[in-house]
């Protein structure tokens, strides 16, 4: 049976073969013991609803012993024979070009050199995943496989509901993920609902289809590496331009899915940089995709060649493969310098894997977690708190440390670590803190991210070549920059730094290596970029000079995520709380065009911590593509920039203002600024 027969196939009629176990390949952790009997009995019934009685009898111990064994549910039987890779979007069957795109994207989320953990359908994070089981995967791409131009696939938490009649403006998949009742958005909630087979964590581009490797995040990263550098340099009158960066020393951890760009960023910031990962599988992916330079396994032997680097002025990144708690405890008994300094292990899931505890190796970690999850949950505190307090001593040395956005100080404030201040600027435990909500150590959002780009609408617009050629991503590029550098030429002096980085990341794109899986790019772009870069794209299309191309963008953007602790920190005027922003975003991108919209309950940060949302559009080189990306992309940038300047900052409300001189039919609510003068004497 050919790949095409076997999408069409969907669930075998007959029994598959029984899966090897490969363990050439990362899988996930065992997930820890949360069923009781009466609750494991109703997720084998629920895993059976998607298989004929007749093999019900055969596969219900099969399926007793994966979620006794893994603690989930994954139907390993079932996992299809053929390579998983992006194809070229006409190599997928279908009446529509849109679902064949869709099809395109969920293979390169499940790709072996893109997915952190395949086998299990996680793409990133610990958990963030495409699908339940492997059942869904078969149903999703069967009826993908099926579907016009008029009809919808709906598809909750990996499950698709089915397909329903619509019309071709419709979105063709509507995603959501763990969308749960808020009271039961915690962590053992999670684990309880997602065993059972009835939600499941997406992650925030994993269960979007919109995932393209550890380059998503890498422009981000060295936007947020630079400007640390930079704040570095101004703190201690360095000298900045072609030497920034020079010398200088980066201190983090993770080489996961998207924490596995923090090395390639560093070298293109121009600084030594240290990772810390304890899964060595990962770090041999990373340093084969040529995401970190060198592989050290000896904290001294780090030492001695970081001391070097730093003598050299060398521009090097180093995977040391042991826990990064060492590295902040060693480096300063060393007296070793740490200019920047951050963590982006997945501590949104800190119980299952996203966080290890210094003091135990990776397997014994993994069998603590799962055979004694209240011990290893105890382990996990006492290396965050010896973990903050490492951070501390290097603080107060001059290191600029920042949290990444992985919930690193929520979860060390948790453990009782001290990372808030109290009224005489101390560093103490939320116990003592003035203010428990405010830590002592900003997020890369309040002082980058925030204020530089999303509030001037800047954000990861994404885009993939669905021909999977090499040379239309390359022309693509070239269309970007030749837009770019035309938009520079009249943009207000405001942005003429955002606009700059960008050119230059983009020219400089090819010589990074940074394809992992689909021939894809990341560019931070504005509204008008967006809108110019993809009207450039759909009219090449058209011409027969490229192939159709995928627009999408990160959910850590500029309207796609409410987030207190990340993507809306810097919202001060008490809304950062609040998630209507991400669920208008959603709502609008459907009705204005895009071909694929998700929201998740969950990100970067954890399960009840977050609603983000996200897109897919595909352009087809038509004029509707074109009335289509005009209307969305619109939208999707200007309502962030809108809600931002409701809450006074200062860049959004520059650029919503903008925004409508540039579009009449935009009117917008302007926030009133009132006088300090006035609070002086009022008794508050």
Partial sequence: MDFKMQILEGIPNNIPAQKIYALDINHAPKRKEILNNQEKKLALQNALRYFEPKDHAALLPEFLDELNTYGRIYMYRYRPDYKIYARPVDDYPGKSIQAKAIMHMIHNNLDHKVAQHPHELITYGGNGAVFQNWAQYRLVMKYLAEMSNEQTLVINSGHPLGLFPSHSNAPRVVVTNGMVIPNYSKPDYWEKFNALGVSQYGQMTAGSYMYIGPQGIVHGTTITVLNGLRMVAKKFNLSTGANLGKGSLFVTSGLGGMSGAQPKAGNIAGCITVCAEVNPKAVEVRHSQGWVDEVVKDIKSLIL????????????????????????????????????????????????????????SFEESNQLMA??????????????????????????????????????LLEASRAGAKVHRDKSGNLVAASEAINKEEFAYPSYVQDIMGPMCFDYGFGPFRWVCASGKPEDLEKTDLIATNVLNKLKESSPVEIQQQMQDNIKWIKEAQQNNLVVGSQARILYADAIGRIEIAKAFNDAIAKGEIGPVVLGRDHHDVSGTDSPYRETSNIYDGSKFTADMAIQNVIGDAFRGATWVSIHNGGGVGWGEVINGGFGMLLEGDEASEKRLRSMLHWDVNNGITRRSWARNKGAMFAIKRAMEIEPKLKVTIPNLVKEEYFKDLDI
């Fill in 305 to 360: 060649k970081v001391r070097k680097a730093k003598e050299e002025k060398k521009i090097i990144s180093f995977a040391y493969e042991g826990n990064v708690v060492e590295v902040w405890e060693e480096f300063d008994k060393e007296n070793i310098h740490i200019d920047l300094g951050s963590d982006q292990t997945s501590l949104h899931n800190p119980w299952s894997g996203g966080y290890y505890p210094v003091g135990l």
């Fill in 371 to 408: 055979k004694n999850p209240g011990e290893f949950q105890t382990k996990v505190q006492e290396s965050l708190r010896r973990h903050a307090e490492a951070i501390n001593n290097h603080s107060k040395k001059g290191t600029y440390f920042f949290d990444y956005g992985n919930a690193f």
